[in-house]
């Protein structure tokens, strides 16, 4: 149950700040595409022998790296569906050559009771890695969501802190792979930025609600995991869908109060 929790807080202070900027920077499609894409480091952490860390380390490297450079030529959209492809292509094809060694079932969905003491410490060295990251270039990204051509003119290397970005963002998602899976994590960074932005007026408010809303969804999502023996991953989403539709309803209610009464 320790581990759980621990999980649960760790993946949302790493997630809510990060899926705070995929909106900003509309990077959900990347963020979607890294997640199926991920698969590729659990298997080569399988084959090979390396732990995830090394694993994930050298595909979100390798993933952000061609994304960074195919997108000039061939745009955003593009870039990101064609590597994607190929990283599934080989994940799949691992998996149907090694069909003794590679479960894909378990990266596909993910699995919280499979955390060690090994997969805390590396959520929480992500987890420094984020807050220095945003801590030390919290401005800068401030000023390049708001205009690119401004940032640059002050002297922001643009280029460089949208790859770091890219880096930080796929080093996390596939480091995790194994605990939240890949078919639901792009849910896990967006939703609790989805549900902050109702209710935030700043982008520092914002990260604070994310990152609110996302402790309560994961805590949430743990507690049903445990007890009644559901994946990790799913009762998290179904929390956070819940919430999301929650303050929506709420949001709407007032407007329809606001209006009546005027």
Known sequence: MFVIITVSVLIGLIFAPLGCLVLWKRYVYFGDGLAHA?????????????????????????????????????????AIGLTTSIMISLSLVLA???????????????????????DIKLLFFILIVVLIFFLSSYKDLVLMILSKDIA??????????????LAV??????????????LLVTSIIVIPAMVARMVAKS???????????????NFIGGILSFY?????????????????????????FKKFLFKTSH
Do not use: C, W
């Not at 084959?47 to 994930?56: Q, T, V």
């Not at 090694?98 to 378990?106: A, M, S």
């Not at 796929?170 to 194994?178: D, E, G, M, Q, R």
């Open 38 to 78: 991920s698969m590729f480091a659990g298997i080569v952490s399988v084959m090979s022998g390396l732990p995830i860390f090394y694993a994930g380390l050298l595909s979100s490297g390798l993933f952000a790296f061609i994304i960074f450079k195919l997108r000039s030529n061939s745009g955003n959209s593009a």
């Open 96 to 118: 149907y050559s090694y069909p003794g060694q590679i479960n894909i079932t378990k990266y596909l969905v993910g699995d919280i009771i499979s955390a060690s003491a090994q």
């Open 152 to 165: 640059e003119s002050r002297g922001v290397k643009v280029k460089f802190l949208e790859l770091a970005f």
């Open 169 to 182: 963002l796929s080093f996390a998602v596939l480091s995790t792979i194994k605990i939240v899976g890949a």
């Open 203 to 217: 982008p520092v408010s914002m990260i604070g609600f994310a990152i609110l809303s996302s402790l309560m969804m």
């Open 228 to 252: 009644l023996d559901i994946p990790f991953a799913p009762s998290i989403i179904l929390s956070g869908g819940f919430i999301y539709f929650l303050l929506l309803l709420i949001t709407h």
